[in-house]
């Protein structure tokens, strides 16, 4: 030990120590932070997924309406907006992109009754359906 240091800063961080004990305090909080965040995007996702694949298949202007307004209702109740328009652009942009990879690389499970591959489907007619949207 170097008698010049104080004796706090050569004392290794345990739990013992009040300094690592709120260092991994701090830690575990960031943590579940993440993972509520991640829960949530992946939750995000699975209902925008949902939605694009009942609005995808809406077989007239008449079932396309009914799906818009159940989405903006179901949207709004869980996400407290939305709306058709904004599930695509959610989807095909970065915050849509991002919950696909946090799934696709395990970091959280989808919620929902559709699998990882409708899921990535979906993802993928909302990028179409964007870039359509956007040269039009």
Do not use: Y
């Not at 077989?59 to 949207?75: G, I, M, N, P, Y």
């Amino acid at each position: 030990m170097n008698a010049s240091m104080p004796l706090e800063q050569n004392l290794p961080l345990s739990p013992a120590n009040p300094s690592s004990a709120s260092l991994e305090t701090k830690r575990a909080a960031q943590s579940e932070g993440k993972a509520r965040r991640l829960r949530n995007e992946a939750e995000k996702l699975a209902a925008c997924c949902l939605v694009v694949r009942a609005a995808s298949a809406a077989a007239d202007h008449e079932a396309f309406t009914e799906v818009s307004r159940a989405a903006s209702k179901a949207l709004r109740a869980k996400f407290g907006a939305g709306s058709i328009t904004s599930a695509f652009a959610w989807l095909a942009g970065e915050a849509g992109r991002s919950a696909l990879e946090s799934v696709l690389a395990g970091e959280v499970e989808l919620t929902g009754p559709l699998s990882v591959q409708q899921v990535v489907a979906a993802v993928q007619l909302a990028q179409k359906a964007e870039l359509l949207r956007g040269n039009s």
